[in-house]
């Protein structure tokens, strides 16, 4: 793969991340809970902890990648605060004797979540770090999205459901806090 070191290139990449542009797949059944067959409380957990990892995936490598400080200081916060939040879910699900079901929507978090990184490790610099911020965004919408119009509405369990409401606000914040750092990437290119 080519390293995108070019302002333009860097800018293209970063606009791809943010729109979807072919970099991720729709997850049927996840969109609505209408959209597709119903997800049971063991479909839930398992989306939730694949969405956690990938989210804990990107963190890691702009850990890895990034000088820039307030990269480095998201990419921290956010895998701190999914993995507290797979801790969470696993011990629910332990005591609750529920196992995740891996489903599409699980599986294509996966899949997309490694897709992304091979395209991120490729990066360096302000490309890396624009590209990243970007996907920061269009990730945390896209799990809010889930969250709203899926999970919540079909999590049957009410400690399930009570833990989806309560990670919502922190998923929000993530997405305003990524939002942040777009804005910054683009008035520092300027």
Excluded: W
């Excluded at 990648?65 to 011990?91: C, G, L, P, Y």
């Excluded at 990184?117 to 490729?122: C, G, S």
């Excluded at 610099?125 to 969250?147: C, K, M, P």
């Excluded at 400690?159 to 804005?183: C, D, F, M, W, Y």
Aim: net charge neutral; aromatic share 4%; with cysteine.
């Amino acid at each position: 793969m080519t390293r995108f070191t070019s302002s333009l290139g860097a800018l293209l990449l970063a606009a791809a991340f943010a729109s979807g542009c072919g970099l991720t797949r729709s997850a049927p059944g996840v969109g609505t809970p209408a959209s597709g067959p119903a997800l049971s409380d063991a479909n839930i957990a398992a989306i939730v902890v694949a969405a956690n990892n990938a989210d804990i995936l990107y963190a890691d490598l702009a850990l890895a990648k990034s000088r820039d400080a307030d990269i480095r200081a998201f990419a921290t916060m956010v895998k701190k605060d999914h993995e507290a939040v797979n801790q969470a879910a696993v011990a629910l699900v332990t005591r609750l004797k529920v196992t995740p079901v891996d489903n599409e929507a699980s599986f294509d978090l996966r899949d997309d979540a490694e897709t992304k990184r091979l395209i991120l490790r490729e990066l360096e610099d302000f490309a890396f770090d624009s590209a990243y911020s970007a996907n920061e965004v269009s990730y945390h919408r896209s799990v809010l999205g889930t969250i709203d119009r899926a999970l919540i509405p079909s999590a049957s369990n009410a400690e399930l459901k009570a833990l989806l409401v309560q990670v919502r606000p922190a998923v929000a914040a993530h997405l305003e806090h990524a939002v942040a750092l777009v804005a910054k990437q683009g008035a520092r290119r300027r």
